[in-house]
């Protein structure tokens, strides 16, 4: 069975700060793909950035970075230089060895952007 | 990243009356999924659309209430049938490039209010 723990119901950030998004994860498969997606208010889901189990280095995209620490199951992620349309819903995903059929989403963290 | 659009974007509906969401994706898209995500909760599976035969439902839904056509690579649609206030939510499409690896997107989402 796969579980995600998204531990923060809520996040403030100043703009231009940078702000991590806890998220860990608990999985028996042995290879898996980790998701971040942004949901603002209009209720669209937006794909961040994706990290696969086997890939050496942490993925970047833009001003996001999945902070990938295998040992401890987390997958964080970074926004840097906050900005106000940053302010949203984040959801952080899973899928393990059973494909996309099996993907699980965390509780979500909402953030939000002070001018 | 892969085109995923969904209409309508919202809606309003009658107790008992049934809606009819249309997806389409670009050709990125093999797989394509319907995810149900309830008022400040995070998203549930629905189901697996399948090209040209019945779709793969997950615990909890059945085909009678969420009827699911796939009749091409890159069309499916998901009725909500005989609405109730409990199916008020936000519908979204999904699709995956190639077999069960990467990046999962999503659609504009539906937003229903039933009343």
């Known amino acids: 069975a796969q579980k995600i723990t998204q531990t923060q119901p809520g996040m403030f950030v100043q703009e231009k700060e940078a702000v991590t998004l806890d998220c860990t994860y608990d999985?028996?498969?042995?290879?898996?793909?980790l998701f971040w997606y942004k949901q603002p208010s209009s209720g669209e889901m937006i794909f961040l950035i994706y990290?696969?189990?086997?890939?050496?280095q942490n993925a970047t995209e833009g001003r996001y970075s999945l902070n990938f620490q295998k040992a401890r199951k987390s997958a964080n992620l970074v926004i840097s230089a906050s900005q106000l349309g940053d302010s949203a819903m984040y959801f952080c995903?899973?899928?393990?060895?059973?494909?996309?059929?099996?993907?699980?989403f965390g509780t979500g963290t909402k953030l939000q952007v002070i001018p | 990243s892969a085109v995923i659009s969904q209409k309508p974007s919202r809606d309003i509906c009658q107790r008992g009356t049934s809606l009819t969401i249309q997806c389409q994706v670009d050709s990125q898209v093999t797989m394509m999924f319907w995810y149900r995500q309830q008022p400040g909760q995070s998203l549930t599976l629905i189901a697996t659309?399948?090209?040209?035969?019945?779709?793969?439902?997950e615990s909890g839904f059945v085909i009678d209430k969420f009827p699911i056509s796939r009749p091409n690579l890159t069309f499916s649609t998901l009725t909500v049938s005989n609405m109730s206030p409990e199916d008020s939510s936000i519908y979204l499409c999904s699709g995956g490039a190639g077999a069960n690896t990467g990046e999962l997107f999503f659609g504009e989402g539906s937003r229903l209010t039933v009343l």
């Open positions: 659309a399948n090209q040209g035969s019945e779709a793969t439902y």
């Open positions: 995903a899973m899928r393990g060895d059973w494909g996309y059929q099996k993907v699980t």
């Open positions: 999985t028996s498969d042995p290879s898996y793909g």
């Open positions: 990290q696969g189990s086997y890939d050496q």
